[in-house]
């Protein structure tokens, strides 16, 4: 059973440019959440996708946007990127919406603007 | 914002000792995790208390949690050279549109010496 996976692994992009990730669940779950984590920090929360819907919201600007797809597989958009954005990007999937319980993470995106 | 605070930062024992990392939190949950994560990848999950649980045992983990002090404990025993990490603490609360968001510390570099 597959995990969750992210691609790409790498990323290097130039101020001011957009980038887009990716992030298949872990087999039969239906909610994506995605975090931000810069060098020497926790992550942090930017929003999370259910039923191709944007459920909650961290405090990221609009220039941080997502998609969810009918597979429940995901995207996250950055636009007009910033030196700032600089971190490395995870995508996390749990089952339902309700339930309290772990969330699997992928391996990340390590995203270097340059 | 972070929610949590860990303790200590960074952690430095001989293989075999224990090892304690502390976690404190702001507001009220509904459960904590703790998580690893392995040279800046993927977050693993270690272990859920739930707020109506004082402690919790998994293989070499033993966490505590102490809602009246919005602490949390981690403790390895044994420790051996793979527990080498970060370790993350994460608080859960549902939010009124019933989304999960784990907000997590800024967690203890911890580094096993053979």
């Known amino acids: 059973d597959a995990g969750v996976t992210q691609s790409p692994t790498h990323l290097i992009k130039t101020r001011g440019q957009q980038v887009t990730l990716r992030c298949s669940p872990k087999s039969g779950h239906d909610t994506v959440s995605w975090y931000q984590q810069a060098l020497g920090q926790g992550p942090q929360f930017i929003f999370q996708y259910y039923e191709e819907e944007e459920r909650q919201r961290g405090n990221f600007p609009d220039r941080f946007s997502g998609h969810q797809f009918p597979n429940y597989s995901s995207e996250l958009n950055v636009n007009a990127l910033l030196l700032g954005d600089s971190a490395l990007y995870l995508c996390?999937?749990?089952?339902?919406?309700?339930?309290?319980?772990?969330?699997?993470f992928g391996q990340g995106t390590r995203l270097t603007v340059v | 914002s972070q929610q949590g605070e860990e303790d200590p930062q960074a952690l430095s024992i001989q293989e075999g000792e224990n090892a304690t990392m502390n976690c404190s939190y702001k507001?009220?949950?509904?459960?904590l995790q703790w998580y690893r994560q392995n040279s800046g990848r993927g977050l693993v999950h270690l272990i859920l208390i739930r707020s109506n649980e004082r402690e919790k045992h998994s293989g070499r983990l033993r966490v505590t949690l102490d809602t009246s002090k919005k602490s949390s404990s981690l403790l390895i025993t044994a420790s051996r050279a793979a527990d080498t990490a970060s370790y993350f603490c994460a608080t859960e609360a549902v939010s009124v549109q019933g989304a999960q968001k784990l907000v997590f510390g800024q967690g203890t570099r911890l580094t096993i010496n053979p």
């Open positions: 507001t009220s949950i509904n459960n």
């Open positions: 996390a999937s749990s089952l339902v919406l309700w339930a309290l319980g772990e969330a699997f």
